[in-house]
């Protein structure tokens, strides 16, 4: 089972994006589920989303607390919740932002996951659009991100998540 958390603020889309990738895996022929969890429901509140992807049903119904692949849209949410609680050894983390994990004071972080798992890409940034997204694929989801060179080249970086089966995660 494919678990995902994401963090934001209210009015930042964290439960549409939820609900978007239970749908898309949904669309895959997979069983989903996306939920929220609010601390207080009010515009540029803290907002926790949760959304699980799997081939069988699925029967859990409770907050995400070891997720496989964490995504934060507020990196303001960093020093102020432990978004990284929980994190599986071998989870990926994309974070919205063009500040590195180090510029981002998260080196202590960063040591303890693999550097290819731990992206940052931010969504906006001026009037050069960019954007990441974990989509569900044919086999895996993939988290994807596109941005534009200084030369105005387009590029594409995309890697399959697909985690490794532990004893309480079905293979």
Not at 80 to 87: A, E, N, P, R, S
Not at 95 to 124: C, M, Q, Y
Request: hydrophobic fraction near 40%; charged fraction near 25%.
């Amino acid at each position: 089972m494919l678990q995902i958390r994401i963090h934001g603020r209210g009015g930042q889309g964290v439960v549409t994006a939820a609900e978007m990738l239970s749908i898309a895996a949904f669309e895959q022929g997979r069983h989903a589920q996306a939920f929220r969890s609010f601390g207080s429901e009010r515009t540029g509140a803290p907002v926790v989303a949760f959304c699980r992807i799997d081939d069988h049903e699925i029967r859990l119904r409770e907050p995400i607390l070891a997720p496989n692949v964490l995504i934060v849209q507020d990196p303001t949410l960093l020093h102020q919740v432990d978004v990284f609680q929980g994190l599986r050894p071998d989870g990926y983390v994309l974070i919205n932002g063009k500040r590195s994990f180090d510029e981002l004071g998260l080196a202590e972080i960063a040591e303890r996951f693999r550097p290819e798992r731990l992206v940052t890409v931010a969504a906006r940034s001026g009037t050069e659009a960019r954007w990441a997204h974990v989509r569900p694929g044919h086999n895996a989801v993939t988290m994807c991100g596109s941005r534009q060179s200084e030369r105005g080249m387009r590029f594409r970086l995309c890697a399959p998540l697909r985690p490794s089966p532990t004893p309480d995660m079905p293979g």
